[in-house]
């Protein structure tokens, strides 16, 4: 009985992820690790374009490629967010922004809000601006976790040398990037705007 209330419970809060847009492909056994975000983190300097090198998958990207996210300062600890990718051929892109509920305290931690959908994190573990970024966040959802991340260059592709350096802010904190799946970009792929 109890082993049907969690998977009941699992579903549930899979399908109310999904509407967040944050939900899975999968979801694992064991618990959410412990982590931090940078701690001298300035937005300033984030802002500008970022290519979705590898990620872990989530329901929403299914099929899409050429992905890639612009981030503009328009407020105090605000930045416009706008993510385009191609979908069947076609060039897709939604637009909200991106906040910081304590720019003093975590300022790598970031509330992102899109039209119509409710709110999600957005943890930055490290970054060095001009290279690589590394995003996540993970939900505990009883005996499972629910997690995301996204391995971003300032470039559609990274050496092995920076990609290893980006991985390396997951691994610190026990994070498994064996469930990461690279994205597809090449010569051909067109970005909005």
Known sequence: MANNLIQILLLATCCIAGLNANVLVRSTRGACPT????????????AGVWFEIEKIPVVFEEGMTCIRAIYDEIAPNTVSVVNTAVL????????GSAYQPYPETQPGY???QFPGRPDGDYFVL????????????????GAYKLEYAWLMGRTNSLTPEQLATARAAYTQFGIDISTFEATFHDENCVYLP
Do not use: E, H, R, W
Not at 88 to 95: D, E, L, P, Q, R
Not at 126 to 139: E, W
């Open 88 to 95: 069947n051929g076609n060039t897709t892109a939604i637009y």
């Open 126 to 141: 490290d970054t060095d601006y001009v290279t690589y970024t590394a995003v996540y966040d993970c939900v505990s959802v």
């Open 110 to 112: 970031l509330i992102v």
């Open 35 to 46: 982590f931090t975000t940078k701690p001298d983190f300035d937005y300033v300097q984030y």
